[in-house]
Structure formats: structure tokens, C-alpha cells
Nanobody, 129 residues
Framework: HVQLVESGGGSVQAGGSLRLSCATVAQTTTSLCMAWFRQVPGEEREWVAN???????????HYADSVRGRFTISLDSSKNTLLLEMNSLKPEDTAIYYC????????????????????WGQGTQVTVS
């Protein structure tokens, strides 16, 4: 059972940067894919970025159009940590950010629907003013 714990959220002015971390109890290599989602209260959870797990042997991250070029997702399997580097932040990036793991399922390993991810963290608030 993989447990996920996010950290690194906070308040920042527009144009600033934040780095989110997602610590896992189990090896991040056991996941098919790990991802970041975000959610504004009253709205649906939105996919932000994903990256294949180390066990797939695949490389290459994917990003939502709204964050491409500003956000970078990375996986440090040696530290069992998923990262999200967020630069040039905008007020519309304000949301609760969640990391998620897809442990099993059909290929391709990485999906953009939250329904494809069975393990979630508790979320961390990001506020951009």
C-alpha cells in the first residue's frame, strides 16, 4: 500500500516560484505512473502533469497546456519522492495540489483522468496573489 504525503505549498506573489514534494512510503518504482492534480473548491479535480514510474522503463513527462513551460515534474526514486517545480506562477494556479499514484492497469501507464489513480495524498494549498 503506497502512502503519499505532499509538502511545499504556501502563498506567493504572481511571478514567483514554489516547489512541491510528495513523499512516498513505498518505492516510487512500484507505480506505473505518478501525477500531480489540482482542485479549486467547487470545481473538478484538474490534471497538471504526470511521469512514468521507474518500473516501466519509460521516460518523458506530460503537462497540461495551462502549465507547460512553467512547471516541471520529476521523480527521485532514490528518495522515494515526486517533485513539482512551479515557476512564473499566476493567480489562476491557486488551488489545492494533490499527488497521485497509478499502481496497476493497462498501458499506456500515464493517464490524465483522476479516476485512473487509486492512491492520493492529502493535498497542499498553493495561493498566488
Amino acid at each position: 500500500h503506497v502512502q503519499l504525503v505532499e509538502s511545499g505549498g504556501g502563498s506567493v506573489q504572481a511571478g514567483g516560484s514554489l516547489r512541491l514534494s510528495c513523499a512516498t512510503v513505498a518505492q516510487t518504482t512500484t507505480s506505473l505512473c505518478m501525477a500531480w492534480f489540482r482542485q479549486v473548491p467547487g470545481e473538478e479535480r484538474e490534471w497538471v502533469a504526470n511521469i512514468p514510474g521507474a518500473r516501466t522503463g519509460l521516460i518523458g513527462a506530460h503537462y497540461a497546456d495551462s502549465v507547460r513551460g512553467r512547471f516541471t515534474i520529476s521523480l527521485d526514486s532514490s528518495k522515494n519522492t515526486l517533485l513539482l517545480e512551479m515557476n512564473s506562477l499566476k493567480p489562476e494556479d491557486t488551488a489545492i495540489y494533490y499527488c497521485a499514484a497509478r499502481i496497476r492497469g493497462a498501458y499506456p501507464p500515464c493517464r490524465t483522468s483522476p479516476d485512473d489513480y487509486g492512491t492520493w495524498g492529502q493535498g497542499t494549498q498553493v495561493t498566488v496573489s
